[in-house]
């Protein structure tokens, strides 16, 4: 990232600002030089922390404000486990933005990816029913087909990708983080919670 002016840069653009003539000394080492190299010291702090501030706006650089980012979202949540890694914490606040759950299959798989399961597949069950002769209203149940009742239509299956692995990144981690850490307790959770009333989730596992 563009960490900003430097102290050089600042101490030449103040410099600039000063009448015209002969009188002031440009050399580095002299009284004039120094005190402005002093004097803009405080300018390129504040330039950086300005940066600093622009990464900590996003969610997946923050550090300083994660905590402020975690307690907007009400985070953690009855879904995070006792002891989490930055890794697993970042993980879960991510998930929480893109994802809100919602009426459509592809709202929790893109729940899913948020949380660091990409490729979850969703699956809709129907109820079997059997096809009238003059082929009016929908297609009956064919040999094979599961033998679901009308409560099947509220369920679906949600297969998550199994053995998904987080790795400690330098810059993303703090001391005392696990380098790899696995479990899907916190995918289901928040499925569930995320699921109205009505919906019932069968979440499983499938192999990469």
């Known amino acids: 990232m ?3 002016l430097s102290a050089d840069e600042y101490r030449r653009l ?48 923050a550090a300083e404000l994660f905590p402020e980012w975690e307690a907007s979202y009400s ?28 009426m459509r299959p592809e709202d929790y798989i893109a729940l899913a990816d948020g949380l660091g399961y990409p490729g979850t597949e969703i699956i809709e069950h ?10 009016v209203g929908p297609r009956g149940a064919e040999i094979g087909d599961a033998m679901n009742g009308e409560a099947w239509l509220s369920a679906w299956d949600v297969l998550v990708p199994s ?16 380098l790899r850490s696995w479990g899907d307790d916190l995918v289901e959770c928040v499925m569930h919670e995320s699921a109205p009333s009505w919906l019932i989730l069968n979440v499983g596992y499938r192999e990469n």
């Open 2 to 4: 563009d960490r900003g």
């Open 14 to 61: 103040l410099f600039s600002l000063l009448p015209p003539g002969m009188v002031w000394p440009t050399d580095p080492n002299s009284t004039l030089q120094r005190v402005l190299a002093g004097l803009v010291q405080e300018a390129v702090r504040v330039d950086r922390r300005a940066l600093d501030l622009l990464a900590e706006a996003d969610p997946r650089q």
């Open 75 to 102: 985070l953690p949540g009855k879904c995070s486990p006792a002891e989490q890694s930055m890794a697993d914490r970042r993980a879960a606040l991510i998930g929480r933005i893109v994802g809100r759950g919602g």
């Open 126 to 135: 129907r109820e079997a029913t059997m096809e009238l002769g003059n082929g």
């Open 163 to 178: 053995g998904v692995i987080r790795e400690a990144v330098i810059g993303g981690s703090e001391i005392g983080d696990p």
